[in-house]
């Protein structure tokens, strides 16, 4: 297919909205490069407090993004794996935390694992596992959507035909099913993984905001142009450190996709 064949019959001037919308997303994003004090980058991010956000930050990240994997692929296989109705209601749970506001989310964590909630004997709000939790509970839709639309699309004829050559299905899952919906696992992952490290509302009210417990790169950022915590430079060279990731991301789950060297 010849380019011209992709550009369709769209009319020109749809260009002018678009150069709009494009410019308002991309301005933003150079202002912020642009405030950034590359002569003191290094020390920026390097401060204790820096540090400490940093590190809280991609550790709870990380556990997080393992505990999505643990319990959301299993998820995403269960939806993918049913009848339509069933499937149409368990998505749509899965989908509320994306549409939900973040501090509801935490206001909702607060009242089940809080003092004074249903778990509150677990002691977990405002400590370093409550981070882990909010960050799972805005997280995790992004994995089991991802895999989930990967898994469905992968149909089920070849699962019908490992188990007419007499293979389990366990021997199936772990021979089929995940070998064809790696790249949805993988860009699943990966999203999870972005969403966890940039987690505020919930982690803020759920988990609190003290240093090098709970205050993770967000609040750390939050905080500094709030007039405490790290210096203004220190938030500005987290905040590029977050587009980093957030860059690195799109460029992961975009050589993942299915045709995308083509």
Avoid: K
Avoid at 185 to 202: D, S, T
Avoid at 228 to 256: D, F, K, N, P
């Amino acid at each position: 297919m010849s380019a011209a064949d992709h550009r369709g019959h769209a009319p020109r001037a749809l260009l002018v909205p678009a150069l709009i919308a494009l410019v308002f997303l991309v301005l933003p994003l150079a202002a912020l490069v642009a405030r950034v004090n590359w002569s003191t980058f290094v020390t920026d991010v390097t401060s204790d407090a820096a540090r400490d956000a940093l590190v809280l930050s991609l550790v709870t990240g990380l556990v997080a993004t393992a505990v999505c994997a643990i319990v959301g692929v299993p998820l995403a296989l269960t939806i993918a794996r049913s009848g339509p109705r069933v499937a149409a209601v368990l998505r749509a749970a899965v989908t509320i935390p994306l549409v939900l506001p973040p501090m509801v989310g935490g206001v909702a964590l607060l009242y089940l694992f809080g003092r004074a909630g249903w778990f509150g004997g677990l002691g977990l709000s405002f400590s370093t596992p409550a981070v882990v939790l909010a960050q799972t509970f805005v997280a995790l839709p992004f994995l089991v959507l991802a895999v989930e639309g990967a898994v469905r699309t992968s149909g089920v004829e070849y699962e019908r035909t490992a188990a007419a050559l007499g293979a389990n299905r366990w021997t199936i899952l772990r021979r089929v099913t995940l070998p064809l919906a790696a790249p949805g696992i993988v860009a699943g992952v990966v999203l999870c993984f972005a969403r966890a490290i940039g987690e505020f509302g919930a982690t803020a009210l759920f988990a609190g905001n003290r240093p090098g417990v709970t205050q993770t790169m967000p609040l750390a950022i939050y905080t500094a142009f709030n007039g405490a915590g790290v210096s203004q430079g220190t938030a500005v060279a987290l905040a590029l450190l977050l587009l980093a990731a957030a860059i690195a991301v799109l460029l992961l789950v975009r050589g993942w996709r299915p045709g995308a060297t083509r």
